[in-house]
């Protein structure tokens, strides 16, 4: 990787484009009518993928940037889980059809908040409402200071495959300065519980560019979690908004790590991981040889939604919960983010959709482009412009950005084939957003580029 590139680069804002157009450009003119109508429009012969957002933790960790909140009282969790369920079932019932699920995603927050028999009941339900297949991938996230061996004997009743554990470093220094301390011990024992239980998909999530971080303090981080071996690593630069997520403020800018610091700490995880055998991912994943992220990347089918990188395929994702995204093939809707307006709009038999977005066909062609970019840092911009009907040379001439990247030799052009240099690919977010028509530079919205 090039640190003068990095120098160039890595100051920008810009989107981690796990959707285009990104969430920032979502308006109140799409509500619950417009997705209820989307829903009855589904294909018969369309599948889905569902993520529940749990938007409660026991306490802040001050790098994060979801929508969650602190809660002490267990009865919120529980009237929380009584409107998911509520709302699996409105969807449900809008669709009219008992639609095929090949992925379950629990994300937060802390989704293991919930009480084990609560979160079987969930599990119950949506498997009532929707067709869950056999082969469904069904995945939680986990803070393994709080997992107990009662919610892994429901998850493993669930039916549960795959966990991702919040690990981001385990640096005493750098814990203490982000509020989550967490040690290795803890996140062992939480490994070996979950193995145990035959859950044996397990992802590991790293964090760079923390309080006091450096290259050695992220190598024995990497040194201790490749005892553990998990499957997959998601490895994120940290995106410092207190602007926007005021307990960001608790952290002290001033031991930061600069835009060269986190290049340098980036290289240094990628390199230490690949070493290890992990095959890296796109920007920001890594997975052994043989796991099916892996496989999916070398065939070319790896695809890129809010969770990620994933091998789902489908074109439909059904979000439950407050602030909850969903996707489907007329576009994207968004339900109300404060946990009570969410809640009222359930109870009241509406859905809870607040705002959303309806894709237009250039919106669904620079989609496509940008998906290839970040997920196999190229494009054959001939190919995707002639499934969609259009010729790609006005789609170059538009992409101003691009100059500047290939005189840099960040990008190749070979006619229409676009190409990010091996040497560049951390900048990968900086090519995709040449082709982001919604682009505006002077909102900070977004996490540095590097």
Known sequence: MRSDLAASYGEERLPRYTSYPTAPHFSPAIGADTYARWLSE????????????????????????????????????????RTLRSEIAQVAETIGRRIKVEHIHFGGGTPTIMAPEAFAELMAVMRQSFFVLPSAEIAVEIDPRTLTADMVE??????????????????????????????????????????????????????????????????????????????????FGYAHVPAFKKHQRMINEAVLPDGLARHDQACAIANALKEAGYVQIGLDHFARSDDAMAVAFKERTLRRNFQGYTTDRGEVLLGFGA??????????????????????????????????????????????????????????LGDICARHGVEAGPMLKSASRLKPLISDGVVRLDGDRLAVANDSRFLVRSVAAAFDAHLDPGRQLHSRAV
């Open 42 to 81: 589904l294909p018969s012969a369309a599948s889905a993928s569902l993520y529940l957002h749990v938007p409660f933790c026991r306490e802040m960790c001050w790098y994060c940037g979801c929508h969650t909140q602190i809660v002490r009282r267990d009865e919120l969790i529980a009237a929380y889980q």
């Open 154 to 235: 429901a998850m493993r009743l669930s039916g549960v495959n795959r966990a991702s554990l919040g690990v981001q470093s385990f640096d005493p220094v750098v814990q203490r300065a982000i509020n989550r301390v967490q040690s290795f011990e803890q996140t062992a024992s939480v490994v070996d519980m979950l193995r145990r239980a035959g859950i044996a998909g397990l992802n590991f999530d790293l964090i760079y560019g923390l309080p006091h971080q450096t290259v050695a303090s992220c190598l024995d981080t990497v040194r201790r979690a490749l005892e553990l071996a998990p499957d997959r690593f998601s490895v």
């Open 323 to 380: 602030s909850a995204i969903g996707h489907l093939p007329q576009g994207y809707v968004q339900n109300d983010v404060q946990i009570g307006a969410y809640a009222q709009s359930i109870a009241a038999g509406r859905l809870a959709t607040a705002k959303g977005y309806g894709l237009t066909d250039d919106d669904r062609l620079r989609a496509d482009i940008i998906e290839r970019i970040m997920c196999e840092f190229s494009a054959d």
